[in-house]
């Protein structure tokens, strides 16, 4: 069975920190892309940042660049978020999803583009 899974939320002070982990089981990430998403409360998802296969290309939405980091150990079959100075608005169930590699480029922030999807890891951050 394939699947994601999400680790690492919880409730965190603002300008805190939590690494989420997102790992896969029943297929290897390694020709996929991996994408974080979050949704707050009464929002709609949105993209948060991706990495290519590889980890050679990664994209970050404006509101998080420079305070989240994404990585991957294709290894551990995990994809990770670093997210440093947290602030009150990142609270937000946070998701990751993975791509299939193809011969073209997608849009790494819409939804559509992806074909898996983890149930979610709760992120708070309020003093």
């Known amino acids: 069975q394939l699947q994601l899974v999400e680790s690492g939320g919880g409730l965190v002070q603002p300008g805190g920190s939590l690494r989420l982990s997102c790992a896969a089981s029943g297929f290897t990430l390694d020709y996929y892309s991996i994408g974080w998403f979050r949704q707050a409360p009464g929002k709609e998802r949105e993209g948060v940042s991706c990495i290519s296969s590889s980890g050679g290309s990664r994209n970050y939405a404006d509101s998080v660049k420079g305070r989240f980091t994404i990585s991957r150990d294709n290894a551990k079959n995990t994809v990770y978020l670093q997210m440093n100075s947290l602030k009150p608005e990142d609270t937000a169930v946070y998701y990751c999803?993975?791509?299939?590699?193809?011969?073209?480029?997608?849009?790494?922030?819409?939804?559509?583009?992806?074909?898996?999807w983890g149930q979610g890891t709760q992120v708070t951050v309020s003093s």
């Open positions: 999803a993975a791509r299939r590699n193809s011969l073209y480029g997608f849009r790494w922030y819409s939804l559509s583009e992806y074909d898996y």
